[in-house]
């Protein structure tokens, strides 16, 4: 697995809070020229770089198309923030962080729920065998991430609170490493982490979100972006839409298309892949109303500093 799949969640999100409160100068509008920002591991993106179809599409109007990768989602906000990119996707923790943080974007569109995306690993061998056993525990997880939410949701399910277990904070490639040290009972991950650990390592998956957390994607457009070019984001959403069909219709396909890409074996990619829903939607009002759940979880647990709407971070009519 490629380094730059692993990377803190909570580290770039503090970068971003900074940049947002200097507000550095924003870079020039251009209409023109349409900025993706991407992860690798995000599938449908990757895919979507490497076949081309929207250069295609757009180079009939005389708009060119650039790549910006990120390492991960808060990095890619703080991009929109700036106006360094115009359009990107991260899941559903940094952009609660990047709207405390004053940065300027909007919800365009999502991903649908992929609840067993993410899971609460323990070794082979443990003796651990229900979440209940977690207490006392501990247990690695990327702070401010996904799977911290899912983890206090999971604890509140089966009778225990965040109190009762010790959470160690740590990036995914140094909680894989304290996972396999033994140094920690429990990792809180997701794919393509998971599936990388359940084929590498022959980790247990414990409990996974289903049931308990939606785990979307969201689709992110800078707000001016977003207003004057509506038209772009409709033909964007039509090539993901098509994009993600396809994967559902071909995962070993997919999978193999992406495993050079990602820097993963084809079996782990398909395996992570096909845990995600892969179903494109523009932005609701009943998916912004679970989004704001998930802010106001991580504000009661002092994860971000004030409280958000997070529906003010929509366009009007748009959602």
């Known amino acids: ?59 009939a109007q005389g708009v060119e198309v650039k790549w910006v990768e990120f390492p991960a989602g808060p990095q890619l906000l703080e991009g929109l923030n700036v106006g360094a990119i115009d359009f990107g996707y991260v899941g559903e923790a940094p952009p609660v962080f990047a ?27 443990s003796a651990i065998k229900t979440v209940a056993d977690l207490k006392g525990k501990k247990v690695a997880l990327n702070k401010g991430s996904n799977v911290h939410y899912l983890l206090v949701k999971l604890l509140e399910r089966n009778g225990l609170t965040y109190a009762d277990v010790q959470p160690v904070f740590l990036p995914p490639a140094d909680a894989r490493a304290a996972f396999e040290r033994g140094s920690v009972d ?24 289903k049931g308990v957390v ?28 098509k994009q993600g069909q396809w994967i559902i219709r071909n995962y070993p396909a997919a999978a193999a298309q992406l495993a050079p890409l990602q820097g993963l074996d084809p079996a782990v990619v398909e395996l992570s892949i096909r845990r995600y829903s892969n179903v494109v939607k523009p932005i609701a009002d009943q998916v912004l109303a679970e989004q704001q759940k998930l802010a106001d979880t ?3 647990l002092k ?14 009519g748009k959602r």
């Open 298 to 300: 991580f504000l009661e």
């Open 99 to 125: 709207q405390a943080a004053g940065a300027n974007f909007v919800y365009v569109g999502y991903e649908e729920p992929a609840p067993t995306a993410e899971a609460v690993l323990v070794p082979k061998g």
């Open 1 to 59: 697995m490629k380094r730059q799949f692993l990377k803190t969640t909570l580290g770039l999100a503090a970068g971003l809070a900074i940049a947002c409160i200097g507000q550095p100068a924003r870079a020039e509008y251009n209409p023109k020229l349409l900025r993706i920002g991407f992860q690798k591991s995000a599938s449908l993106l990757t895919l979507l770089k490497a076949q081309g179809a929207v250069e295609k599409r757009l180079a």
């Open 303 to 316: 994860l971000i500093p004030k409280e958000i709407k997070v529906k003010d971070a929509s366009l009007p």
């Open 214 to 241: 939606n785990n979307y994607a969201f689709f992110l457009a800078e707000r001016e972006f977003a207003s004057k070019r509506p038209e772009i984001i409709s033909l964007l959403f039509d090539e993901l839409q």
């Open 186 to 209: 429990a990792w809180v991950i997701w794919d393509p982490y998971t599936a990388a650990a359940e084929k590498q390592i022959e980790a247990r998956i414990l409990a996974d979100g």
